[in-house]
């Protein structure tokens, strides 16, 4: 156990910057916040260091989990003020950690996982985080999520998953000539599937492969043409007449669980 | 046209006032925000105001809009700097708009609608908008939020709508001795719905009724227990094992669709 009382305590430093998207791909870690993120990754991930206030430390609820992290890093109890001064969140609950970027070998993702969501670009951290926790729940394996997309390590992305960022790999900032080239070699292997306002078949008419990557595009621009063209089947969400289109973690949600469905039909 | 120059003009003081939920439900009025959400009201809705800034009333691309709007109110030229002091989002795109609550007839509210989505204190604005879009893009046509959640008129709610806040009628601030009656008195109108994990049939196994009440509880706490006692059918959606809830759009989105999807089958 570690008694820190000072802001510029180097621990602190260190935490602070990995508020910032860069310094978190330099260093291979990121922060969570708050008792329920912190017990979702407490069975998996990887902790360097965990950052608690006095009042936390000293409550007799915490003591299960404090035991678990003990084991895996340094118990940092921090001052109150410098602790919320760190934090993002109004109400920091009293637990941070510093935890290492989940590895996964990238070479064996597209061998392993069955439903890959692909996402293209998408900008608002609570879709993704939403994404992210409706593909774990309806047993998408695989997340694909192209350059230009918010950073999954992002706060707000990590809070509106609830968790579930350890539930299934995601493999982010992945290059356009990259995704092409993905999507070109497993075309075979995998049903590649876009929603499209003008596609023939409804989503829930069509009757999808055992392997699928579901395209998911940006929110004000859609996908990317180039990912379009590489789809092997077409779906609409029907739209009543005055809606242009759908939320895109909603969108996402409709298909992921349509795909889903014939798991749990016998 | 009206030209303003000073932050103390009476309507940009009036305009102002109405970022504050009491000030609007005083008024009976709420601000709309950028070119798309005032062109989604232009067909219905009752403006007050509109608020340009100059730059905005210059462009040819506007006039088209500006003169449908001027023929419903005022039009005021704003400075730019007073124009954006006023404004919630960071990029306002030079165009506000006050605007008349939609009013409805809520004696006749339950005798027109169908479909009705019942939010049981929605508290986060990006779920309410998000709801509210799905609810009309799946052709459900009413909208029930109980008291204690989030007003459809504040400004965060709104730009998750997209502009659907026109699309159906939203009867809300609602108390819940009203729910319980309404819930107790059309039990044998409509079929009242909720999702629970418990439940023995998956949402997709059950056959729905014509008339649906949906209920959707709140993002922490789940539904009024006096109002799941009330439901008539109760239907699972399945989650992966280390997955303990989805968010609440995408519960009421997959609920909303899967209803909906019989419109749609011949």
Redesign the interface.
């Known amino acids: 156990m570690n008694r820190i009382s000072s802001p510029n305590n180097s621990k602190i430093k260190y935490l602070n910057k990995l508020y910032r998207s860069r310094a978190r791909r330099k260093e291979g870690c990121f922060v969570l916040e708050g008792k329920r993120l912190i017990e979702?990754a407490a069975g998996g991930a990887d902790f360097e260091e965990i950052f608690v206030t006095p009042a936390f430390f000293r409550q007799k609820e915490n003591k299960n989990l404090l035991d678990i992290l003990q084991k895996k890093a340094v118990l940092n109890v921090v001052d109150e003020d410098i602790f919320n001064q760190s934090a993002d969140t109004v109400n920091p609950q009293g637990i941070m950690a510093v935890v290492k970027e989940t590895e996964f070998d990238k070479s064996t993702f597209l061998k392993k996982v069955k439903r890959i969501l692909l996402l293209d670009r998408i900008q608002d951290p609570?879709n993704m985080g939403?994404i992210i926790?409706?593909a774990?729940?309806?047993?998408f394996d695989g997340i694909i999520a192209a350059k230009g997309s918010v950073d999954i390590y992002n706060q707000k992305v990590l809070r509106?998953t609830?968790g579930?960022i350890f539930?299934l790999p995601i493999w982010q900032k992945v290059d356009r000539k990259r995704i092409i080239d993905i999507l070109k070699s497993k075309s075979d292997e995998f049903e590649i599937i876009a929603a499209d306002v003008n596609a023939e078949e409804?989503y829930?008419q069509h009757s999808y492969k055992d392997k699928v990557i579901v395209l998911i595009g940006n929110e004000a621009n859609g996908l990317d043409k180039n990912y379009l063209e590489l789809a092997s089947a077409e779906v609409k969400?029907?739209?009543?007449a005055?809606?242009?289109?759908?939320?895109a973690?909603?969108a996402a949600?409709?298909l992921c669980?349509e795909i889903?469905?014939k798991?749990?039909?016998i």
Chains 1, 2 share one sequence.
């Open positions: 979702a609570g939403t926790r409706t774990a729940a309806s047993g509106a609830m579930a539930s409804y829930f969400i029907p739209l009543a005055d809606i242009e289109s759908l939320n973690a909603v949600a409709i669980y889903a469905k798991d749990y039909i």
